[in-house]
């Protein structure tokens, strides 16, 4: 039962144009999501996150969305750089007294930039 | 800050090896790691959840007796991949969070993972 999904398995976006990635969960109890980039035989790498309480997070060129009723959150980079070029990653938790509770991973968005 | 380090980055041996890997968290104490094993174009899957000072916890379908693990202290979780056969080829990778009194949201940090390769 895959309660973190990416439906995309790729994308391709021109160098300056906005990427869009998206991510759906279906577990209610999830009140964490993260964003992780992760190149080949490297560790992810933690870009952004956010909690229920909220509905955006921003961090410079990456913003992250939450709808909660429609269980569906979007990472958004613009402009995209050739450098964002990498496997994406959503990942979702429950809530958390001592921020410990494990990660559910969704199956990844490879994003490449066209230059 | 919250760097995590895994060592080694990359093992090849024999069929029947045992085989140590580290995970330190180098600028913060994390009293829970977790294990990661991920396949070629697959999504992460979690093995199992390190407790400093308690018996691992281990997903469904991992095999405790094969992946023993150890969180001897606040800093360091090792993984033994125990009598390594060719199907246990695989990246493994870690990762531990900052825990703190202020705010439980905190990210989970990776380390660089390791690729063991199994003859």
């Known amino acids: 039962d895959q309660q973190v999904k990416q439906n995309s398995p790729s994308l391709s976006v021109q160098e300056g144009r906005i990427s869009i990635l998206n991510c759906d969960y279906t577990?209610?109890?999830?009140?964490?999501f993260l964003w992780y980039k992760k190149y080949p035989a490297e560790g992810p790498t933690f870009l952004i996150s956010?909690?229920?309480?909220?509905d955006k997070n921003e961090d410079g060129r990456f913003t992250v969305f939450l709808n909660k009723s429609a269980k569906h959150l979007s990472l958004h980079i613009v402009p995209s750089q050739p450098g964002d070029s990498a496997v994406y990653f959503c990942a979702a938790r429950p809530i958390s007294n001592f921020g410990n509770e494990k990660l559910t991973f969704g199956t990844g968005t490879r994003l490449t930039i066209i230059p | 800050g919250a760097v995590v380090s895994q060592h080694p980055s990359r093992v090849i041996c024999k069929s029947g090896t045992s085989v140590k890997i580290e995970c330190r968290s180098l600028d913060f104490q994390a009293t829970t790691m977790f294990w990661y094993r991920q396949f070629p174009k697959k999504s992460l899957m979690l093995m199992a959840t390190s407790n400093e000072g308690s018996k691992a916890t281990y997903e469904q379908g991992v095999e405790k007796d094969k992946f023993l693990i150890n969180h001897a202290s606040l800093t360091l979780s090792t993984l033994t991949v125990t009598s390594a056969h060719p199907e246990d080829s695989s990246f493994y990778i870690c990762?531990?969070?900052?825990?703190?009194?202020?705010?439980?949201?905190?990210?989970?940090?990776f380390g660089d993972g390791t690729r063991l390769s199994i003859l």
């Open positions: 990762s531990a969070s900052p825990v703190t009194a202020i705010s439980s949201n905190q990210p989970q940090h």
């Open positions: 577990n209610s109890m999830f009140d964490y």
């Open positions: 956010i909690s229920s309480i909220k």
